[in-house]
Each structure stands twice: as structure tokens, then as C-alpha cells.
């Protein structure tokens, strides 16, 4: 078995992980302080205003990181992005900032980080030879973030605002992209090419792919009735009735279910990937019942802790089946896509969560995500393209350096 951590692949960890850090924090310092000022519908715009540019420009991400290079515009997006949680972070400072400079700085902070996330799984292949060990040891990290992330948000906002949340986020993107500027590879041969061209090559790539947009398109139901109205409603629905603190120990549960899974992914390599990640991904449907439910906090932890195992590994075996089975020239371009399709449903989700909320109970939606989970994995078990698909070989070994 080849050496995971190299040079670059330690470097790239670190990025990933900081980064990652920060990210775990926001949507606890976002539904705590926005919701405080602005309530759910609040959340919910500042969240949608991140993924709806996200979603839009995602694709064009994708054709500059195979243009330009994933790293280059990885940096570019971090630089953009600890100038805007910087911003955010003064703004708390100074008191109580208005809606209207949270949702643009959210919308920027969004755009960065379309032309960010295409190269993150571009980035893997070209840093590690056994991508399945990258993904699920790059997994655990998110997990370990979530896990603290949360908890170090819900700490710092109770007690010092969210400003301090801010500038730690900002902070982490600084770190990342000075990491990122220190790995050493061999870029992948470039050609400036036509925009429109590369779009449609990727997307004539990612249209040839069955299994890959049945995927998205069961993804953005999932995301539409699951993921998207889940932090919203499951911060207010906890936050209302155990505490602020309560929702950060939920999402403690939720990082430490998801290090279990990403340590199983690390061992676990089935035939047939998609499949198997399909049946551990009923368990997801663990997290919104819990919050409908409403057990006792233990028993909420417990149940997040059972979804993150199933996020997790699904996560693995999905990343590392596009990362092996896309050409390396067009795997920027063909992310970008898949990346636009899943999120899109979680931006409706998001958007809409605010008025549908006043039409049905929360409670009810969280039935609704519960019931979407089942149906999502369904729907995956069912589709032959998608369950038939097979492990690959490790690709393009000779382009990793240590």
C-alpha cells in the first residue's frame, strides 16, 4: 500500500481541515446570531443567498479550474473569502449588522467558493495515490470539525458574540490558502480554451454518465425536502426547546457519527460502491425523525450520530467513484456539475424553508425529511445504473510527488 501522507497530501490535509473548521462553525454562529436578530427566515435567505450564486456559477468554476488549475483558483477563492468573513467579523464587533450587508457578504462568500469546491475533488488524485483513503482520512477531518466546529461556535457566541466566530473562520481561510500555495505538483496539460466550448464538454461528459446525474437528480429532491430545511428549523426546533447549547452538542453527535464513518470507509472497500453506500445512508434518516420526535437530548445526539456514519460513508464511496471512473482532464468540469445539480435542491430548500414554515409545522417537515431519506435510498437501490457501479482502479498514480 502506498504512503498517504506525503508532502503534499499533508499540506493539502491541513488546508482541508482548517478550512473545514471554520466551515462547521458558521452554521451554528448563522442560525444563532441571524436567527437572534432576523429569525428562521433570516437564516434561511443568508444561507440561500450562499448557495443560490454557488449553484449558478459552480459550473464556470469548473471550466476556469481546468483552464487555469485547481490550486490556483482554490487560493484566489480563500483570499476572497477571509476578506469577506473578515468583514463579517468587524461588523459583529460593531454591534448589530443589517440584513442587507449579511446577505451580500454571504452571496460573495459564495460565489469564492464556487470556484472553489470543483478543484477540491480535482485536487485529491493529484495529491494521493489511493484516493478511497484520502477521501475517508480527508472525511474523518470534516468529522473532527464538526464535531468541535459547533461547539466552539456555540461557546464563543454565548460567550462573546459571533464576532470572535467570524474571525476565526476568516483566519482559517488565510491558513488554507498559504498551504495550498506550498504544494508542489504536476499540473495536468492546459489548453486556454473557448468557455462555452469547455462547458459543454464537461457537460457532454457528465450527460454520457447515467449513474452520475440519476445520482443528482435523487440528490436534489433530498436536498429540497431534507438537507436544505434542516438547519433552519432543526437550530430553532432544539434551540427553543433544550437551549442554544443543546444544538451544539446535536451537531457534536452529528461530527462524531461522521469520524466512525469516514474510519469505516478507510477499510471498507466494496464492489460495488454506490450501492453499498446506499444502504448505509438509510441511517440518516435517523437525524430529522430525532428532531421531530423530540427525545431527550442523549437520544438526539445518538440518533446524529447514526446519520453522520451514513453521510460519511456515502460521501466516501461517491467522491472517490467520480474521482476514479471521470477522466482526469475534465474531472474539474464534470464536479462542477454534479456539485451544481446536488446543491441546487438545498438552496430551494433553504429558501422556501422560511415560508413553508408558516404553512406547516417544522415538526411536520422534519417527517418530510425523513420520509425524503427513505426515498432517496430507494430510488438509489433501484436504479440499475447506479447500483451496478463498480470499484476502479486508483488513477493516475505517476502525477503524485512527495
Not at 223 to 250: E, I, N
Request: aromatic share 8%.
Amino acid at each position: 500500500m502506498s504512503t498517504l501522507w506525503t508532502r503534499n497530501f499533508s499540506l493539502y490535509f491541513i488546508a482541508r481541515s482548517v478550512s473545514l473548521l471554520g466551515d462547521a462553525m458558521m452554521p451554528v454562529a448563522i442560525a444563532l446570531a441571524v436567527g437572534a436578530l432576523y429569525g428562521v427566515s433570516g437564516v434561511g435567505y443568508v444561507l440561500a443567498v450562499w448557495t443560490s450564486p454557488f449553484v449558478l456559477l459552480v459550473v464556470f468554476g469548473g471550466v476556469f479550474a481546468d483552464q487555469i488549475g485547481a490550486r490556483t483558483m482554490m487560493i484566489a477563492a480563500d483570499a476572497v473569502r477571509f476578506l469577506t468573513q473578515g468583514i463579517a467579523a468587524a461588523a459583529f464587533f460593531a454591534g448589530a449588522p443589517p440584513l442587507w450587508l449579511m446577505l451580500v457578504l454571504s452571496a460573495l462568500s459564495g460565489v469564492a467558493a464556487a470556484m472553489f469546491q470543483p478543484g477540491v475533488n480535482g485536487m485529491v488524485p493529484l495529491v494521493a495515490s489511493d484516493p478511497q483513503r484520502a477521501n475517508a482520512t480527508l472525511k474523518v477531518a470534516d468529522a473532527a470539525t464538526q464535531l468541535g466546529g459547533p461547539v466552539l461556535a456555540g461557546i464563543l457566541t454565548a460567550a462573546a458574540g459571533p464576532g470572535p466566530v467570524f474571525a476565526v473562520d476568516a483566519s482559517t481561510f488565510l491558513l488554507s490558502g498559504i498551504c495550498l500555495a506550498l504544494i508542489r505538483i504536476t499540473q495536468l496539460p492546459r489548453q486556454a480554451g473557448n468557455v462555452l466550448r469547455d462547458l459543454r464538454r464537461g457537460w457532454v461528459e457528465f450527460r454520457s454518465r447515467s449513474w452520475m446525474w440519476s445520482v443528482i437528480l435523487i440528490w436534489m429532491g433530498f436536498g429540497l425536502c431534507a438537507f436544505g430545511p434542516y438547519v433552519p428549523l432543526a437550530s430553532q426546533l432544539v434551540g427553543a426547546r433544550l437551549g442554544d447549547a443543546a444544538y451544539g452538542w446535536t451537531m457534536a453527535g452529528l461530527g462524531a457519527g461522521t469520524i466512525i464513518g469516514g474510519l469505516v470507509a478507510i477499510r471498507f472497500r466494496p464492489a460495488r460502491p454506490l450501492a453499498a453506500g446506499a444502504v448505509v445512508l438509510a441511517g440518516f434518516a435517523a437525524i430529522p425523525l430525532s428532531v421531530a420526535l423530540e427525545p431527550p437530548l442523549p437520544t438526539l445526539i445518538a440518533a446524529h450520530a447514526v446519520g453522520g456514519v451514513a453521510i460519511a460513508f456515502w460521501s466516501v464511496m461517491w467522491a472517490t467513484s467520480v474521482q476514479t471512473l471521470v477522466p482526469p482532464e475534465v474531472l474539474n468540469r464534470v464536479t462542477a456539475y454534479e456539485v451544481a445539480g446536488s446543491v441546487s435542491g438545498i438552496a430551494v430548500g433553504q429558501a422556501l424553508v422560511g415560508p413553508v414554515a408558516t404553512v406547516v409545522a417544522p415538526r411536520e417537515l422534519m417527517f418530510v425529511g425523513a420520509a425524503a431519506t427513505a426515498t432517496a435510498v430507494a430510488a438509489l437501490l433501484l436504479i440499475r445504473p447506479i447500483r451496478n457501479v463498480r470499484r476502479a482502479s486508483q488513477p493516475i498514480p505517476e502525477l503524485v510527488h512527495s
